[in-house]
């Protein structure tokens, strides 16, 4: 395994590597990840991340990135926004490992990671979304997560199928 370095980003870091953050999440596009683009259009995707960096500037949400031979080759973000009756809960997103550093625990590392910044911004329920049957799926029930429920038909793939999405959470306690 390479070295692995992973760093939590503020706002000026993430604009500084804007376009290794889009390489990843338009790597995980074209292979067919369910990750709210269909598309390898740039525009969208360079709106996400500009968004994504106002996002941290705001404090609304955490950026960490795993970086191998000094380029960012995965992502998660920890969105800690939310109304005032959820500032208990936070929501895991854009867990993406570009498809040329997938099968060496770099998932798993930066999910816990993620969790390990939501406790210290006590949080105790974790929730997500993943695509229904997907490896990811697996990977967050290896690693404690409960499956809330199904929605058919909800997500649009980038081959244009329908596909249903599995809503998950996991309780986080203090200093696990």
Not at 90 to 100: D, F, G, Q, T
Not at 101 to 117: P, S
Request: aromatic letters at 6%; glycine letters at 8%; hydrophobic letters at 45%.
């Amino acid at each position: 395994m390479n070295n692995i370095d992973y760093l939590l980003l503020n706002a000026e870091q993430a604009d500084s590597v804007r376009d290794e953050l889009f390489h990843v999440l338009s790597g995980c596009v074209a292979t067919g990840a369910s990750i709210g683009f269909i598309s390898t259009d740039p525009e969208p995707m360079i709106a996400f991340w500009q968004g994504v960096i106002s996002s941290l500037a705001a404090g609304e949400k955490k950026l960490l990135v795993a970086r191998q031979q000094g380029k960012v080759v995965a992502t998660v973000i920890v969105v800690l926004g939310m109304m005032p009756n959820g500032s208990h809960r936070a929501e895991i997103a854009k867990l993406l490992v570009h498809p040329s550093a997938r099968r060496q625990g770099i998932a798993r590392a930066l999910l816990e990671r993620a969790e390990d910044l939501a406790r210290q911004a006590d949080r105790s329920l974790l929730v997500l979304d993943t695509r229904s049957g997907d490896v990811a799926e697996q990977l967050y029930l290896a690693q404690g997560w409960q499956i809330s429920g199904q929605i058919p038909a909800y997500v649009l793939s980038t081959e244009g199928i329908l596909d249903a999405t599995t809503v998950m959470y996991k309780f986080l306690t203090p200093g696990e």
